[in-house]
């Protein structure tokens, strides 16, 4: 298996052995590390509040979303969502050069304290 591809499969496997697949919102343990990692990489763009808001965002098209929008988590699921922190998605990069895949589910685990 070839290095960008193992890399998914086994972050992959990680969120769904840790998070059991889709997972009710706030059953994944945040334990403080998903809040820093998102201060540091992710603020910027996303805002404060997880609003899409950030200093940046007015610079992408299109714009980050709102993760305190009840439809933005609609179909998505954790793998999926996963997915585009390891990989990017539009403007977004990815950060699987930058994080590891606990660190991912962290994040992940943070984004859904958003969640209204």
Excluded at 13 to 19: F, I, S
Excluded at 33 to 39: N, R
Excluded at 89 to 106: E, H, Q, V, Y
């Amino acid at each position: 298996m070839r290095g960008r591809k193992k890399k998914v499969l086994v972050g992959s496997l990680l969120v769904l052995l840790t998070a059991g697949g889709a997972l009710a919102p706030g059953a994944m343990a945040d334990g403080g590390e998903g809040k820093k990692i998102y201060e540091a990489h992710c603020l910027s763009c996303h805002g404060p509040q997880g609003d899409g808001k950030g200093p940046g965002a007015r610079h992408l098209s299109p714009p980050p979303p709102d993760f305190t929008d009840r439809a933005f988590w609609e179909n998505r699921t954790d793998s999926f969502l996963f997915h585009v922190i390891q990989n990017g998605l539009g403007p977004m990069p990815g950060w699987s050069d930058t994080l590891s895949p606990s660190s991912i589910a962290d994040v992940l685990s943070y984004l859904r304290t958003f969640r209204r």
